[in-house]
């Protein structure tokens, strides 16, 4: 067998430039606890643990957001290590030499006056700072705004599924933004344990001073002969210089720990806060001028100091004030000058063009349902349904322009698609729709205003509220006002999907398909059809309210067909044929059966005869009379439908059903028209009657 061959590229990745260091670092800090130290190179490592530290504290002031420094939780805990580690390194060349380099010995000496019981002090008062005000509040930060994330993650999920839904986003920005969501809840909690880790290290470092003044004491009286006080003196100016160095260290990466977590209410920097938010405020630096120059002329208080800094706020107040003004004239001219400019320009009337394209526009009394101050849920409603709708068939429907229009009657409302008044209909406040007549007996006991139902055109009665317990307790189905306009939303979306959905909203649609069958795509477009072929077709199903969802299997049922035929009408049909098993469970009952009315082959055979070509397309030229006869069985067999509570469907050849379809939709838009190549085997049919030309 021959020997397996190395792969250098997986060795070198395995032991990568950064990881390699990082390692090395850790390692090295591990074995400064253990390996006695040269004082020079202990000054090395203190003055670069010095620089370390104020390091972190200005990376932390040039955050725009916590996640831009992600790795904190960690390197707080390597900083900490590599604190205490120098620490203890330290303790052991103070305890064994009575010397341990040239900055803790600047630190015993210059810093705190060559005083180790002023030493001592400074050092106390530093370490309950750190420990007690900046640490303390720094946890109670962190662990605030970890609960808040968790809190706040599941509406903000939902709230990027509506934008995505919405089309606002695509699915690999909404992919980033519950990426994000998932990084703060898991940073903030990281950050809330390693806090832990300054505690720990402050209280560690007071222990090691206690140790170190009292074994300081023992080996300059026991071992080197020196007095108490002489062992005092000596190890004890050693051992607050060594507590200061780390001490200060602490603090500032202390600073920066609180400078980081408070950062979550903020999204700029910690100076473009300040000159953007304080110094934005002159009128503050004014008062304090003042206050400080009242301070200035009491009786017992130093004049020159406080008449300073009342002179240097005064003036910053006048410069800040100054330079106020000329930024809000700077912006008038430049608003004006845009202004005029804007209205010189033709595009400026090209965008006052644009339609929206859908709207619902609202009488007066119907403002409370889309007011979002009065607690109005129809805007709500809307945005669900048009979740569902687009669960249901398989595209965006583009977000709804809500609004009051005065010129309507007070209690109605008006659907438009691009502009265009698609439906009217009627809403009273304070009443419950029932689907009922005034004239039957149950509704004349109540009373009510009739009206009716704008989707089927039944009678209807809008009951006043004071009435609904009547209602609940005769069973009789009831809608509010809510409920009622969104059924009526929900159904005109569905009936004008095809005229709903755009070009664009294929293009987006196609890109999606190119993520997982990029083949079929290339396949189909634009080689064998166009991208407006292909919105022609998916119009055509949208508008039988078939789901476009696997567009894989709509586009390669395309590929398969359209070398035969480039006929918008042929290729829906053999699309719909792929599409059996889902278009009949969405006309099948829970048992399997689907519930039909067939047409007498006669009749077919004399409708097929009517087909003509044209170069417009195929059409159905039915004798008006024949027409007529068909329409009104149709409208009977609708009501046997309505009986039996199942949706209307008539079953037909292939050949005829889009030609049938388009006839009898503006008399029925509700009725499906089925062939006979689109019911799947493990459907049952029950047929309830035929349409035929005898009467």
Known sequence: MAAPAFDLRKIRDLFSAS????????????????????????????????????????????????????????????????????????????????????VIQAFGTFVVGNNYIVGVIVFTIITIVQFVVITKGSERVAEVAARFTLDAMPGKQMSIDADLNAGLIDATEARGRR???????????????????????????????????????????????????????????????????????????????????????????LG??????????????????????IFAVVPGLPTIPFMLLAGLMGILAVVLIQSRSRQEEAKMIKEDVTGKETLKKPE???????????????????IPLIDPGQKGALLERIT????????????????????????????????????????????????????????????????????????????VTWVPDDLLPEIQKQSIPSMDPVEAISTHFNEIIKRYADEIMTRQNVQSLIELVKNTNAAIVRELIPDLLSLGQVHKVLQLLVRERVSIRDLSTILERLADYAHLSRDINVLTEYVRQSLARQICESY????????????????????????????????????????????????????????MKNKPVILCSPRLRPHFKRFIERSFPDVAVLSYNEIVPQVKVQSIGMVSLER
């Open 272 to 293: 473009t806060d300040l000159a953007t938010q304080v110094f934005a405020q002159p009128r503050a630096f004014a008062f304090v001028s003042l206050i400080l120059f």
């Open 348 to 366: 400026s009337i090209l965008g006052t063009l644009g339609l929206d394209p859908l709207s619902l526009k609202a009488g007066r009394n119907l």
């Open 588 to 643: 099948s009952d829970k048992n399997g059966v689907i519930t039909v009315v067939t047409i007498d082959p006669a009749l077919e055979e004399t409708l097929i005869g009517a087909i003509h070509q044209s170069e417009y397309g195929s059409f159905l030229a039915v004798d008006p009379n024949v027409g007529e006869r068909i329409l009104l069985q149709i409208q009977r067999h609708i009501a046997n439908f309505k009986k």
């Open 384 to 459: 669900l349904i048009r979740y569902q709708i687009g669960q249901e068939l398989g595209f965006v429907i583009p977000g709804v322009r809500v609004m009051d229009d005065l010129s309507l009657p007070p209690n109605q409302y008006v659907l438009e698609i691009r502009g265009t008044k698609v439906s009217t209909g009627e809403a009273l406040m304070g009443h419950h729709r029932i689907a009922m007549r005034l004239a039957d007996a149950k509704a004349k006991k109540l009373g009510g205003v009739e009206s009716r139902d704008p989707v089927s055109n039944d009678p």
């Open 179 to 269: 990426r994000k969501i998932e990084q703060e809840a898991t940073f903030f909690g990281s950050m809330d344990g390693a806090n832990k880790f300054v505690r720990g290290d402050s209280i560690a470092g007071i222990i090691i001073v206690l140790v170190n003044i009292i074994g300081g004491i023992l080996i300059g009286w026991l071992q080197l002969g020196m007095g108490i006080m002489e062992a005092l003196t000596t190890f004890a100016s050693l051992t607050v210089g060594a507590g200061l160095v780390a001490t200060i260290t602490a603090l500032v990466v202390s600073v920066a720990t609180g400078l980081v977590i408070t950062k979550s209410a903020s999204e700029m920097s």
């Open 19 to 102: 990881d390699l260091f990082v390692g090395m670092i850790l390692v090295g800090i591990i074995a400064l606890i253990l390996v006695p130290l040269p004082p020079w190179l202990l000054d090395i490592l203190l003055t670069l643990n010095i620089a370390f530290s104020l390091l972190i504290l200005i990376v932390a002031m040039y955050l725009k957001e916590p996640l831009e420094f992600a790795a904190f939780p960690s390197i707080l805990l390597v900083v900490t290590l590599l604190r205490l580690s120098l620490n203890i390194a330290s303790s052991r060349l103070l305890l064994l030499n009575a010397y341990a380099g040239a």
